[in-house]
C-alpha cells in the first residue's frame, strides 16, 4: 500500500536541499492543520499515518490512551515509510494520556531507507499537559539512526501559523548546523 503523500508547493528558495518530510498522525485535525502549514512555509512532502483499524470516538479515549499511556504500537497505514528521499524529518503527535500516540509509536520503529547525516525535528500538540511525549519519538528516532535536532509541544490554543513558524524556523536552524 502507497502512503497517503501529499507535496506542498515549493518554498522559500533553498528550501528543496534534499527534501523534508513531515510525517504526522491527527485525530482532531490540529495536528494536521500544522503540518500542512508547515509544508507549505517549507516546502515538505506530507506523510500522515492513521490506524489500521480505526478508533471510534470513545476508543480513541480508552484504548487508545491506555496504549499511549503503556507505550504500546498500532498497526498502521502505510505499513512501512520510505524516507529515502529526504534529509530532514519532522514527527508530529497529539498527546494522548501525556504519551506520543501509538500510531506514531509505530511509525517511527517502521521508517526506511535513513540517509547518512539526516536529521529530525519532532513536535506534539497538547490540549493541556504533555508530559515528555516527544521524548520516546526523539529515542525511537535516535535508535533509528536519525538525532533529533529540536522538540516543540504546542499547545492547541497556540495560532497554528506561529506552531508552523517556529517548525520552518527548525529546518533552517538544523540546515545551518550541517552547513557550518
Known sequence: MTPDTDTAPPGPPGAGEGGV????????GHTRAIARRAASLIGATLIEVKPK???????KF????EMAALGLKEAIIP???????????IVGTPVWSQHPTPVINRAVTVLE?????CGAIVF????????????PVKEALGRAGIPTGKSYIFPNRAPVADCA???????????TGRTS
Not at 513531515?22 to 485525530?27: A, T, V, W
Not at 483499524?53 to 476508543?59: E, H, I, V
Open 21 to 28: 518530510a513531515i510525517i504526522f498522525h491527527s485525530e482532531t
Open 124 to 135: 506534539a500538540t497538547c490540549f493541556r499537559y504533555a508530559g515528555k511525549a516527544t521524548t
Open 62 to 65: 480508552l484504548r487508545g490512551g
Open 53 to 59: 483499524y480505526p478508533y471510534c470516538r470513545m476508543g
Open 165 to 175: 513558524a517556529a517548525l520552518a524556523e527548525g529546518v533552517a536552524a538544523l540546515r
Open 113 to 117: 531507507g535513513a540517509r547518512e547525516g
Open 79 to 89: 505499513a512501512e515509510i520510505d524516507i529515502s528521499p529526504f534529509d530532514i524529518i
